[in-house]
Nanobody
Framework: QVQLVESGGGLVQPGGSLRLSCTAS????????MGWSRQVPGKQRELVAT???????NYADSVKGRFTITIDNAKNTVYLNMNSLKPEDTAVYYC???????????????WGQGTQVTVSS
């Protein structure tokens, strides 16, 4: 019913910046919230940032002051602006969404397939 497609990952030097994008498509009536998580192989997934359709945000302590999450409700797109990147930020970043689907107006959770971010010299 809902598909998420991430983009913007890549290789960047420590201290550099990247911007990730995630667009949701499908039977979306409205968006409650969207967010980003990340995972290193063999490690547990970590929630990075979330944002509601109204613009309320929440960040993991490890990224506060460096990452900024924004949402464009008209485009069903969430962005993660990552600045001052560190090697420990290297991970696969996954988009997630909590939406209300049509026509039932039931809530639906969805996750993207991920985009690789590598921070290395």
């Amino acid at each position: 019913q809902v598909q998420l497609v991430e983009s913007g990952g890549g290789l960047v030097q420590p201290g550099g910046s990247l911007r990730l994008s995630c667009t949701a498509s499908g039977s979306i009536f409205s968006i409650d919230a969207m967010g980003w998580s990340r995972q290193v192989p063999g490690k547990q997934r970590e929630l990075v940032a979330t944002i509601t359709s109204g613009g309320w945000t929440n960040y993991a302590d490890s990224v506060k002051g460096r990452f900024t999450i924004t949402i464009d409700n008209a485009k069903n797109t969430v962005y993660l602006n990552m600045n001052s990147l560190k090697p420990e930020d290297t991970a696969v970043y996954y988009c997630n969404s909590a939406v209300v689907v049509t026509p039932t107006r039931s809530k639906y959770m969805s996750w993207g397939q991920g985009t690789q971010v590598t921070v290395s010299s």
